[in-house]
């Protein structure tokens, strides 16, 4: 899994890249931040300090629909070399694929959307290092979000000042996973690889697209992989069959609707293991759950930008597990019971400018219980395309 993880990253970082064009830029960043409690036993005060270095990419090609809805947006790959401030949390290096793309017409900010991996050499030891309830393994899920804006000091550099906010997850494949939250001061400047000024050439005008296109099937195979009791520390698997349908909105967005069944194989274990009743008389039915789900996929040529929230029908097991975390049944019980959510990156085998009849995905996410981590998931998929005939 952690292997995955790092791999499929770098793999989309290089489809987020086009070689063809020469527009690519880098960008130098120096952030300082803190750490925000995400627990009630938080002793964590010093600064976290982060240097950075993002290759990014122009895209003002006007005949890529997804282009044009982002009003022209940059992509690339960032990389961060963090110092937590604190011999407990130790330091951490993180790859990020990301989207940044202006969210007013006057073009005068810059927001940044961010999802990939962290490896940190320092984590929870229940001998060394009892402290770090935040992080327990090696390899996390990292999540970044980045409001920035330029200014121009004299007239041969841009700089940019920015507020970055940072989130580190291992998905529930390690306990303890408080998680960590960190907000940071950003100070950066921007070094164009090529001469002309490509924010220059974006085209003034649109042609209009239609906002409702063909309708979709999709289905997938998802093998996920969770811890279930801090004690233990065991990973096991939790697989899952979904199907869902919809259509395709302005060519950039999937809105869809479907089912999902999956098998939790601790919660199998732990009840033919523990002879739990009422679970005992049909254990693999009750270590399942059955929902259903609704979502939306930003499509960038390969890449696809992914979430889904859902409602579990059935899922009986979960009361025992919850009891397992928590010393009792809370106001947040049902509502994780209930509601589920998923977040994600999908690479697709055919790029969605030509509109592909047939399209194949492998994709990573990580799955919740309302916001508490469940699982981290590979996922395997197919799209079948109800193209219009014209």
């Excluded at 899994?1 to 890249?17: A, D, E, K, N, P």
């Excluded at 199998?268 to 293991?273: G, R, V």
């Amino acid at each position: 899994m952690r292997l995955f993880i790092i791999t499929f990253f770098v793999l989309i970082s290089m489809f987020s890249q086009d070689k063809r064009d020469n527009t690519l830029y880098i960008q130098p960043e120096f952030l300082i931040g803190k750490q925000i409690p995400s627990y009630e036993f938080f002793t964590h005060k010093n600064p976290k300090t982060t240097i950075g270095f993002s290759l990014g990419k122009y895209n003002f090609n006007p005949n890529k629909t997804w282009q044009k809805a982002f009003n022209y947006p940059k992509t690339g790959v960032s990389i961060y070399f963090t110092n937590y401030g604190n011999t407990t949390k130790g330091n951490s290096i993180t790859i990020l694929p990301f989207l940044e793309f202006h969210p007013d017409k006057k073009r005068v900010y810059d927001l940044k959307i961010a999802f990939g991996a962290s490896y940190f050499d320092t984590y929870y030891n229940v001998n060394k290092n009892p402290e770090n309830t935040a992080i327990s393994s090696d390899i996390t899920w990292t999540l970044q979000s980045a409001l920035y804006r330029d200014f121009t000091f004299n007239s041969t550099r841009k700089w940019r000042l920015g507020l970055v906010f940072f989130h580190h997850s291992n998905g529930h494949t390690s306990l303890p996973n408080d998680g960590i939250n960190t907000a940071s001061l950003s100070v950066s400047t921007k070094l164009n690889l090529s001469k002309a000024n490509a924010i220059v050439d974006i085209p003034k005008t649109r042609k209009k697209e239609p906002k409702f296109g063909d309708f979709f099937m999709q289905m997938r195979y998802g093998i996920g992989f969770h811890v279930l009791e801090k004690e233990k520390n065991e990973i096991k698997k939790a697989t899952t069959y979904s199907v869902s349908g919809g259509i395709f909105y302005k060519e950039i967005i999937k809105l869809k609707f479907g089912f999902n069944y999956r098998f939790y194989q601790h919660y199998y274990d732990y009840i033919t293991e523990n002879n739990l009743e009422p679970f005992i008389d049909s254990p693999k039915i009750n270590a399942s759950a059955i929902g259903v789900h609704v979502g939306t996929e930003v499509l960038l040529g390969n890449i696809g930008l992914d979430w889904e929230g859902g409602i579990n029908i059935y899922k009986p097991f979960y009361k025992t597990h919850y009891l397992l975390d928590n010393p009792k049944l809370d106001i947040f019980y049902k509502l994780k019971q209930v509601f589920s959510a998923r977040l994600g990156l999908k690479l697709y085998l055919f790029n969605h400018n030509i509109k592909p009849r047939h399209n194949f995905y492998i994709a990573a996410h990580i799955n919740s219980n309302l916001s508490q981590a469940d699982f981290s998931e590979i996922n395997f998929g197919y799209t079948y395309r109800f193209v219009k005939k014209k």
